[in-house]
Every structure is written in C-alpha cells, then in structure tokens.
C-alpha cells in the first residue's frame, strides 16, 4: 500500500474500528476498569492508567505520523519531558539541553539537578564548540528544542544526532512548534520526539497534554511502563479530544502559516518593531538549515518592541484579538511577554544569556482573518506612538 501522507493519517486512523456498533468516529471509553474474561487470562485493558482505547488510538496516531514505533501519552507536556528524563537519566548522568529551552523545560530540569537528580548542562547549541565540549561529557541524553522557545532559533538536527551517536547519546527533540506536518526528527535521526500535544496537535486551548514518540519499540516499552508506574499517562477524554482536535491538523497549520506570513510582512513596516525573528526570513542565522529540515516555517514569531517599556505595555494592552496569554498553537492569536510569563521562571541571569529581553514579545498567529489581525496590530501600534 502507498506510505499515507501526515493529513490521511491524521484523518483516518481509528474511524471505523468500533466492532460492536459500526460508528464512524470511535466512542470514548470512560471506564476507569475493564473486566477479565477469566481468571488468569489478562486482556488487552485491564486499569485505565495503564491503558485505554481512546489513548491507544491518539498513540497510534502520533506514532505513525512522526515515523515512530511507540507512542506515550501523558497528562501534559512537561509531564512528558519528565517521564523521558525519569526512565533514561540515573544520578550523576549528563543531559545536554539548550540554553534558550522553553522556561518550564528549564524550570524542570534545573530544578531536579539541584537535587541530585542527574547532572544537566545548558548550551547553545547552534555553536559547534559549546557541543563538542558538551558532548565529551558523554551525556546521555541531549535534548534539542528547534524551533526554540521564544526566539525560534534553528538547529541541525541531522548534523547533532549524528554527533551524538559518537557519544553514544540518546537525542529527543521537542516538535512543538512545527508539529509533524512541517518536521519529522525521527527521520533525521532523532530517538524520540516530545510534543505538548496542549498545542497545536489539539489546537482549540481546551486540553492539557503530552506525548514521547520513540524511534525504537524497546524505548517505547521502557516508556510505558515508566508512565504507568509513575503516573503520568493522560486520560481517556483527554485523548479523544486531542485526536479529535488532530483531525484537522494539517488544515489549520496550512492557515496558520499563511496568516503569519502577511503578519511577517506587516510587521517589516513598523516603526516601532525591531528585530524579527522568525526563519522563514532570509536575515534568520537557521534560515537554510531550516529549508532542509522543515517542509514549512510556522506561525510562531518574535519581535523586539523598538518604543519605550511604557510604549510596549500600552501596546499589548490596546490589542483586541491577540489576547495576552500564556500557551500557544490554538484557533486564537495570543501575545506574550516571554520574560514576564512563560520564562519567568528562569531568572535575570539565565534569561540574558538566552537573549530573551524585557522588550521581547511573542506571537502565536491564529486562524482569525489575516486582514483582521494586521488592522487590530495597526490600531494598537498608533496607540502606542501617541503614548511618545
């Protein structure tokens, strides 16, 4: 049979299995226990923790759609970073993650390095001797974060599970940003991919959750049953929202892209806009190696607010349809302010060295009408100037 693209599997997997009464979509499976069918015979489900249909469904679909063997779902996307670092990191062990990490997978990491838990070490890792010189740890995990969180920088991905190999060194990438619609890691050599299926794999901000995607069914077996011994598997409502939610996966990040594109152009003709970061444009450092590796750019953009501090909140607070929130990927456009909200956690220090500023804001581009977002950002720009 011909290899199905992203769309087709995100569409069709799981409509038409339900045996007992031939519904189209899968019903959900609210039961926290399923019955043996006799004793000493153990069946398919047995605790709900462990395993339910509806998250089988959701696992196998996001498995087939970042080319994986195995898929754990759990009940956030932290929650899956955590479980990934539980089953594989032993104390004293090394894990190499990037300097400029979403602020909860900083929070998270140095806070467990703090007590004992293993040894982690921030980089950047865009910079080739910063990764030697890691690498010669032997570490045995590296996590790669690209685009990153919030200034999207890109990295090799190829080039760094290659390097890693020699480390013997176990890589994962967070996919959050693109999802595997526009990036698929395992095929440039990744071990695992994580996501915050909270994003845009569930893309309507109403569910919380996470998954590990495992290049080997080994590792998705240790997975599993680290995610039932610890607790941390999502459940079964969850999973069917989110599957539902990833129907329409491929359609809405197609509108996402284009809506963030005429953004991008706006925003080029602002007087009170400086630095842009997002790697669709050429000025972007990742910008080739992001055409090599991403078969789309995102809609997920950064810009220095080029007014006063006082400009910039005036400005956040005169806009209409980018609410000021924290999270991202879903149907709504938000604005965030990286060093106040998602990254607060990380402190002044590790903050400048991952050069996110006070004057850094966020965009997650939505699936509004593109004129309507660039007429609300014109009316909170003027507002702002008029404020000098």
């Known amino acids: 049979m011909t290899t199905r693209q992203p769309a087709t599997i995100a569409v069709r997997t799981?409509?038409?299995?339900?045996?007992?009464y031939h519904a189209v979509v899968p019903p959900i499976y609210l039961s926290t226990n399923f019955g043996f069918p006799?004793?000493?015979?153990?069946?398919?489900?047995?605790?709900?923790?462990?395993g339910n249909p509806n998250r089988s469904l959701l696992e196998q679909t996001l498995a087939d759609l970042e080319g994986g063997q195995a898929a754990i779902v759990t009940n956030c996307g932290t929650s899956a970073i955590n479980l990934w670092i539980s089953t594989f990191l032993s104390p004293q062990e090394w894990i190499v993650a990037p300097h400029d990490c979403y602020g909860g997978t900083y929070r998270l990491l140095n806070s467990r390095a703090k007590k004992g838990d293993f040894k982690v070490l921030f980089i950047d890792q865009s910079d080739p001797t910063a990764v030697s010189e890691a690498l010669a740890l032997k570490p045995k995990l590296l996590l790669i974060e690209t685009p990153s969180n919030p200034l999207v920088r890109v990295v090799d991905i190829q080039q760094l599970c290659q390097q890693a190999k020699t480390a013997n060194t176990l890589v994962a990438v967070d996919n959050t940003f693109l999802t595997p619609i526009y990036q698929?890691?395992?095929?440039?050599?990744?071990?695992?991919?994580?996501?915050?299926?909270?994003?845009?794999?569930?893309?309507?901000s109403d569910v919380i959750g996470g998954v590990i995607i495992s290049r080997a069914a080994e590792h998705g077996e240790q997975l599993a049953w680290w995610g039932n011994c610890l607790g941390s598997t999502g459940t079964p409502f969850d999973s069917y929202m989110t599957l539902r939610g990833l129907r329409t996966l491929s359609a809405r990040m197609r509108v996402h892209e284009e809506s963030a594109q005429q953004v991008l152009a706006y925003l080029h003709t602002q007087p009170l806009v400086g630095k842009i970061y997002h790697p669709s444009l050429v000025s972007h450092p990742g910008h080739e190696i992001a055409k090599q590796q991403q078969s789309g750019f995102g809609a997920m953009l950064s810009f220095e607010f080029a007014g006063t501090f006082e400009q910039l909140k005036h400005f956040?607070?005169?806009?209409?349809?980018?609410?000021?929130?924290e999270s991202l990927g879903g149907v709504e456009s938000l604005i965030c302010h990286p060093a106040s909200m998602t990254h607060r956690a990380m402190g002044d220090v590790a903050l400048a060295e991952a050069g996110v500023g006070q004057q850094l804001l966020r965009l997650s581009v939505g699936l509004e009408a593109a004129c309507d977002l660039i007429a609300d950002l014109e009316q909170a720009f003027h507002q702002a100037q008029e404020k000098n």
């Open 316 to 325: 956040v607070g005169a806009l209409r349809l980018f609410s000021l929130a």
């Open 184 to 204: 698929q890691p395992i095929s440039l050599g990744a071990d695992f991919v994580i996501h915050s299926t909270t994003k845009y794999l569930n893309g309507h």
């Open 14 to 20: 799981g409509i038409e299995s339900d045996s007992q």
């Open 38 to 50: 006799a004793f000493g015979e153990v069946p398919t489900y047995d605790y709900t923790r462990s």
